[in-house]
């Protein structure tokens, strides 16, 4: 039984920071794109960062932003999310994704290729 536990959210002031974790159990996590969506409520769920099966590949939803990054650690089956400046619209429920393939198709942050989810984690961000 494939396991995706997200932690690490929490209420935090405008510019401040978050770290987010995801750990995977019950699937090759080593095999796997992972991502980061997030969703407000009322609005369809929106990809943030999605990273290959060896973390050498990263993609940015928005590669603007600059102050989202996303890593992996094979070894304990863990994905990150490091958040920074962070602003009242970053509030939402983050969810961590197992991609289906070893890279991030160029739709994943249509949520297309993933095939189990966390239950997320809130970001509420105060200005």
């Known amino acids: 039984q494939v396991q995706v536990v997200e932690s690490g959210g929490g209420l935090v002031q405008a510019g401040g920071s978050l770290r987010l974790s995801c750990t995977v159990s019950?699937?090759?996590?080593?095999?796997?794109?992972m991502a980061w969506f997030r969703q407000v409520p009322g609005k369809e769920r929106e990809g943030v960062l999605c990273?290959?099966?060896?973390?050498?590949?990263?993609y940015d939803r928005d590669p603007e932003k600059g102050r989202f990054s996303i890593s992996r650690d094979n070894s304990r089956n863990a994905l990150y999310l490091q958040m920074n400046r962070l602003k009242p619209e970053d509030t939402a429920t983050y969810f961590c994704?197992?991609?289906?393939?070893?890279?991030?198709?160029?739709?994943?942050?249509?949520?297309?290729?993933?095939?189990?989810w966390g239950q997320g984690t809130q970001v509420t961000v105060s200005s």
């Open positions: 994704a197992t991609g289906r393939y070893a890279f991030c198709t160029g739709a994943w942050f249509t949520q297309e290729g993933f095939d189990y």
């Open positions: 990273i290959s099966w060896n973390g050498r590949d990263t």
């Open positions: 019950g699937l090759a996590f080593d095999e796997k794109a």
